[in-house]
């Protein structure tokens, strides 16, 4: 095999995070400290003070206290591992009370009952599909109730005739109940998504605010680094996953470790925006896309059979996070009517392209959007265009 896998591709789909093409690139801080950390040996483990054994989660503690605002904070392989350590480590044997609204499946058919289930939690499910109270949540307590859990619906909105019960709530009737609350945040976004025209995504800071013993969030969705499963919370509760057997089993490596304290630091620094890539596509103005594209369009027209246009369309945040969310955008649109086989052929010799273009169609034509694509990509993604319409 002489290409690298997987092999490197060029999303044109307008997807910001995209699970089936890597989710979220990381930028250039975190690249190079992943490399450092494959290339050479490190203090991963190494206390420089003592000369003892030290711990890696060391590393990431005051960040994450300054970030979020928690006592103690936990970083394991991925989200769904760190909510499985949670249950395992805080209410195996017990029960845990969830909104049925909240028993949720997420990508790949992981679901919330199964994750309980796995951890030997048992699940009470309370209140109905679509409205949960705070008293649906205390009658169901017993003397084995190990848990409250509230898993935010990132992948799908439930809409009308609604009711949920917010983190403060069950905080203040967890406190009174001596019920710990763990609350699954999903995509970990530090950055109020409301400043770039979307809808109010849970940040972990505000879960923290309001007494929440747990928190989990991704590391590789709107946070913006590598795959990785954060936990904040309390000093107690943080201690008792980090001596649980799993936490061994479900430990993050040197080199996600090493980029993601890298993506971290842009956050400390106020500097996201410009460095970490989902952050720049998420906020790049419709006026900057427009330029792009029209360059696009001027390029391709030199190519003999090509009718491109550059149309209005929405970029997709993806990757399970802002479920329905867009921003405006400006694309590519190819009329594809003069490659026989239409826009699906163009698609099929996009992708054989190197390296591969992922694009999309809408009413058979070719759709590219600049919002997703890389600057440095636009020479291979214009060769990619002329091989496609020969």
């Known amino acids: 095999m002489n290409r690298p896998a997987p092999q490197p591709v060029i999303n044109a789909t307008g997807v910001v995070i995209h699970t089936n093409l890597g989710r979220a690139p990381l930028s250039r801080a975190a690249s190079e400290a992943a490399i450092l950390a494959a290339q050479g040996y490190s203090n991963l483990e190494f206390d420089l003070g003592s000369g003892r054994r030290g711990s890696r989660q060391a590393h990431l503690q005051n960040i994450l206290q300054e970030l979020t605002g928690a006592e103690a904070a936990l970083v394991v392989n991925n989200n769904a591992s760190a909510v499985l350590l949670g249950l395992s480590a805080l209410a195996a044997g017990k029960e845990v009370i969830v909104s049925r609204g909240e028993a949720v499946e997420i990508g790949g058919g992981f679901r919330v009952p199964d994750v309980l289930s796995q951890s030997g939690a048992i699940l009470v499910d309370v209140g109905t599909t679509n409205r949960t109270y705070a008293r649906d949540y205390e009658d169901a307590i017993t003397q084995n109730t190990g848990a409250f859990l509230k898993a935010h619906a990132s992948n799908f909105r439930v ?189 099929e010799r996009l992708r054989k392209a190197d390296p591969p273009v992922i694009a999309r169609i809408e009413d058979d034509r070719v759709l590219l959007d600049p919002r997703t694509v890389s600057t440095r990509s636009d020479e291979e993604l214009l060769q990619a265009l002329t091989n496609s319409f020969k």
């Open 159 to 347: 809409e009308g005739f609604t009711a949920a019960v917010e983190p403060g709530e069950l905080v203040e009737l967890g406190a009174r109940k001596d019920v710990p609350v763990l609350h699954d945040v999903g995509s970990g976004s530090l950055l109020l998504t409301e400043n770039y025209g979307l809808a109010h995504e849970p940040t972990p800071q505000e879960s923290v605010a309001a007494g929440v013993g747990l928190t989990f969030f991704s590391g590789d969705k709107l946070l913006g680094g590598p795959q990785a499963g954060i936990v904040v919370g309390t000093r107690d509760l943080v201690n008792r996953l980090e001596r649980h057997p799993l936490a061994r089993a479900f430990r993050i490596d040197k080199m996600s470790l090493a980029s993601l304290i890298a993506t971290l630091v842009h956050y400390l620094r106020g500097e996201a925006e410009r460095e970490i890539p989902i952050w720049r596509m998420i906020s790049t103005p419709v006026q900057l896309l427009e330029e792009r594209a029209i360059s696009w369009q001027k390029a391709v027209q030199e190519i003999p059979g090509v009718h491109a246009r550059v149309d209005d369309s929405r970029s997709a945040i993806g990757g399970g996070s802002l479920p329905g969310e867009t921003l405006p955008t400006r694309v590519l649109s190819l009329d594809c009517s003069t490659v026989a086989g239409g826009a699906q052929q163009v698609m």
